[in-house]
């Protein structure tokens, strides 16, 4: 007799691979007590490393003060909030989305989640490429879906267009792009994206079954040196975008974003209905109330590009300097560079005997770099400049 306590599913969502790394980093590495230690600088998660600023902190007080006796019942998605993000999105991306084609999300995770699971059956496949998320496979897992993983092309950081091509089978379902690029900080340009569309195209007639495009654009507003970013929804038509403001307003335990459908998707209307029947039925993916209210004020917080150009201007120039090879992000605000020796865990180690916490490329699935997180104060760059040299010496 089988008495196993969980599922088959379950345990597949466990052990895959970046899941598994990030749960026994976090949870059992003893990362948790580390990154408080006095004297260590924490570069690996984009948590905040200031406090939130006064206009944030007011646009939640503001929200959670009660105006009506349902001021906190059951909402599938505040008008004026619903209302606020339709008109970002189409300023961003400079596409007509209407207020009903943006479903509020407990953040980017549920805004995927329901991606996947309104298009594609058990045993489809998703394709995406390495690095990756930590969290696309466990997501696919969850939904019953297969994960079919290729490498970018890790000369450029772009994406390996003969791969994905080469990965499509009868079975995939969907394709997951993630620009700009956690964590490598690649913007894909217009024509690899146009190259994509036309690619996903000819695959979908080939075998008689749509693919979709799930276009994961946490930080597609957090692009420098007046980069403009350009979606693959503005190439594809069966695209979905997924959103989360827990980058932008640098706040990711409040959880909020959503998923949007663009007036080119076919059949739109019939896949309204299917994101708002997985909202509910998934666990009611729709942000907390307070968070819908405060939303329009929220929407109006700038992202610093300018602070966040200029930690990456810094750390950049003082890695070259000591012997670092790094490319130049043109987005989020991560750095990947490679790691000195080749063996990313083990410069990790390295980095942490001199009070430095990083995230190795195995996490990544892309094992020879290492991820930077520039969340963290200029401050703590700069204090950290000496112990990344001398990281690099103990290796060399």
């Not at 998707?265 to 909202?279: L, T």
Request: hydrophobic content about 40%.
């Amino acid at each position: 007799m089988d008495g196993r306590p969980t599922s088959d599913r379950v345990e597949a969502v466990a052990a895959a691979t970046p899941f598994r790394l990030l749960y026994e980093f976090y949870r059992r590495s003893g990362y948790e007590r580390r990154r408080h230690e006095p004297g260590v600088l924490d570069f690996t998660f984009g948590d905040p490393h200031d406090l939130a600023s006064d206009e944030y902190v007011e646009a939640l007080r503001e929200a959670a003060v009660p105006r009506h006796e349902l001021w906190y019942a059951y909402n599938f998605g505040d008008r004026a909030a619903t209302e606020a993000a339709t008109e970002s999105l189409r300023e961003h991306l400079g596409i007509p989305f209407e207020v009903e084609d943006v479903h509020l999300t407990t953040g980017g995770f549920a805004a995927i989640s329901a991606a996947l699971k309104v298009v594609a059956d058990p045993g489809d496949e998703v394709v995406y490429s390495l690095p990756p998320w930590f969290l696309y496979e466990g997501l696919v897992l969850e939904a019953g879906l297969v994960p079919v993983k290729v490498s970018i092309d890790r000369d450029t950081f772009d994406l390996d267009l003969d791969a994905i091509a080469a990965a499509i089978t009868p079975r995939t379902r969907v394709v997951i792009v993630n620009s700009p690029n956690n964590p490598t900080g690649r913007v894909y340009p217009p024509s690899t994206l146009a190259h994509l569309a036309d690619l996903l195209e000819d695959a979908s007639q080939r075998h008689g079954r749509r693919i979709f495009l799930v276009s994961d654009e946490a930080y597609n507003r957090i692009v420098f040196d007046g980069t403009r970013f350009r979606s693959p929804v503005e190439f594809y038509p069966w695209s979905f975008v997924a959103y989360s403001y827990g980058k932008t307003l640098l706040s990711p335990g409040e959880r909020a974003g959503y998923l949007a459908v663009p007036p080119s998707m076919p059949d739109r209307e019939a896949v309204r209905a299917a994101i708002e029947a997985i909202q509910i039925t998934g666990g009611w993916l729709f942000p907390n109330v307070t968070m819908q209210y405060a939303l329009p004020r929220l929407e109006r917080i700038a992202f610093d590009i300018e602070l966040f150009q200029r930690k990456r201007d810094t750390m950049l120039a003082a890695l070259r300097e000591i012997g670092y090879h790094v490319k130049t992000p043109e987005g989020t605000f991560y750095l990947f560079p490679e790691a000195p020796g080749g063996d990313d865990a083990e410069f990790a180690r390295a980095l942490d005997r001199e009070g430095v916490l990083v995230l190795p490329g195995g996490m990544f699935e892309t094992p020879g770099f290492f991820r930077i997180c520039l969340t963290a104060t200029m401050d703590t760059i700069e204090q950290s400049l000496p112990r990344f040299a001398a990281a690099f010496a103990s290796v060399g």
